[in-house]
């Protein structure tokens, strides 16, 4: 897809609650540097402000559908998070019996939950079950066949949606890409009709819908566009052969990374190793609503990031710097334990210190690394930015979505808290682990 310079223009707009008020970084009225001081560090940080703010406005976008949307809850499953979403009438698409779990906390109504992935236990089917969840996203004919064993060992009828896989590309990083043939989702679209008549025999299967789900962060309409496109005969037929009520369309916006920040005093440095490409809502609403619109069935979406990525930060003090002959090293105190995104995938997280430095200071290129025993213990690489010190705070954007559910304790290391804006105040949502929290549970 070409973007026109307007639109262009339009993408630099990052609406998030991160900004810099007289030189220092806050979260809406909140000082980072104090949260820092409060909760220690490494600590994630969330607006819930941005997360109303992104969900309202993808539900205006969406507003000519009939539709629900279903937050991804594997993006950032802290129940502080899910309260929030489940509070503004948000359905939720779980992976898990655990996610399951949470989101019921939370407050979540199970009939607007959603049950997908490809591995599905006997426990987490039965629980979801019991719980009434809205539809199992099933993904291979001998789940189907297991589910309906379980559900007919209850004697209860356990709706279904067949994930089908549209071989469209998504253009993403091939970890995250899931709608190519080769991908281990869903079941072939030219699979499908078939399967779906196998289900209408089972005893104890409900066929209530369809589902897809092509991929991850991606920064482009057309591939959703396409998918729709594709999926939607198979959409008409089974609502006239089974009366299906729903097509999940999946989840998938890309978000902006690169320039995640903007400084309104100008005083900020841009990155120009690339540009983001992330579109806007109303590109999305632009290409996916007319065609869905035709079909007359209830529209359901699932964004992770694009709720809750930008409305986090993790937060992070400079513990030392290492110069060596070829590199200057800036060694701080999250590791790759707390966010595994740059080192998995490489990706690019904008990194900014929570006091902001002028931008005629002298810039260097360095290696923004953590205390983990890897090379690949890595934020940033050769990375332009004003000096940095020991000590300094500095944040990393972008970090709300596959953050923290990422973390683990490798290296016997702490996960690290979090925190939520909301409202001006700041509250710990998750403590800090401690290292008795490392060993609790193991056998002596
Ligand atoms: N629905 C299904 C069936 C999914 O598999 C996913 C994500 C989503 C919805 C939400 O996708 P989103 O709107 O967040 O793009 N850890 C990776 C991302 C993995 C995504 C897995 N599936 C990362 O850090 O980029």
Same mark, same amino acid.
């Not at 694009?306 to 409305?311: E, K, Y």
């Given at each position: 897809m070409v973007f026109s310079l307007r639109r262009a223009k339009r993408l630099q707009l990052i609406v998030h609650s991160f900004r810099y008020h007289d030189g220092k970084l806050y979260c809406d009225d909140v000082d980072l540097a104090r949260a820092a001081e409060s909760f220690g560090t490494p600590l994630y940080i969330y607006s819930a402000g941005t997360i109303l703010?992104? *969900?309202s406005r993808l539900n205006a976008a969406l507003a000519p559908l009939h539709h629900l949307v279903c937050y991804a809850v594997k993006a950032n499953s802290n129940r502080a998070v899910l309260k929030l979403l489940a509070e503004a009438g948000a359905g939720f698409d779980i992976v898990s019996g655990g996610e399951l779990f949470r989101a019921i906390k939370a407050g979540a109504d199970p009939t607007k939950c959603t049950f997908a992935g490809v591995g599905k236990a006997r426990d987490e089917i039965e629980y979801a079950i019991d719980q009434g969840v809205y539809s199992f996203n099933v993904e291979s004919e001998a789940e189907l066949e297991y589910i309906d064993k379980i559900?007919?060992?209850?004697?209860?009828?356990?709706p279904i949606a067949l994930r089908v896989n549209p071989d469209v590309d998504p253009h993403t990083h091939e970890y995250i890409a899931t709608g190519l043939h080769e991908n281990k989702f869903g079941i072939a679209l030219g699979r499908a009709p078939a399967v779906y008549e196998r289900a209408a025999k089972m005893r104890n299967i409900d066929i209530v819908g369809v589902q897809m789900h092509i991929g991850s962060q991606i920064t482009e309409s057309a591939p959703f566009a396409d998918a729709i496109g594709k999926v939607a005969p198979l959409v008409m037929q089974l609502k006239s052969r089974y009366g299906i009520k729903f097509f999940s369309i999946g989840g998938g916006m890309g978000i902006i990374y690169r320039r995640a920040l903007e400084s309104g005093s100008g005083k900020w440095w841009h990155d120009h190793s690339g540009e983001s490409s992330a579109f806007s809502v109303r590109d999305y609403a632009d290409a996916i609503v007319p065609p869905l619109r035709d079909l007359d069935v209830r529209?359901?979406? =699932?964004?992770?990031? *694009?709720?809750?990525?930008?409305?986090?930060?993790?937060?992070?003090?400079?513990?030392y710097i290492k110069e060596s002959s070829v590199k200057k090293f800036v060694i701080v105190d999250a590791g790759m334990n707390d966010l595994i995104r740059p080192s998995l995938y490489r990706s690019y997280h904008e990194i900014v210190p929570v006091e902001e430095k002028i931008q005629s200071e002298r810039k260097r290129k360095i290696d923004i690394v953590g205390p983990v025993c890897e090379s690949g213990d890595f934020f940033a690489l050769d990375r332009e930015m004003p000096e940095v010190h020991e000590g300094d705070l500095l944040a990393i954007m972008s970090a709300g979505a596959y953050g923290f559910v990422m973390a683990s304790n490798y290296n016997s290391r702490p996960l690290p808290a979090e925190a939520l804006v909301r409202g001006g105040k700041l509250a710990l949502i998750r403590k800090r682990q401690?290292? =008795?929290d490392l060993v609790r549970d193991e056998a002596e």
């Open positions: 703010d992104h *969900f559900a007919g060992a209850k004697k209860l009828r356990a529209i359901l979406v =699932e964004p992770g990031r *694009f709720l809750v990525g930008n409305a986090g930060i993790l937060l992070t003090r400079v513990r401690t290292w =008795e």
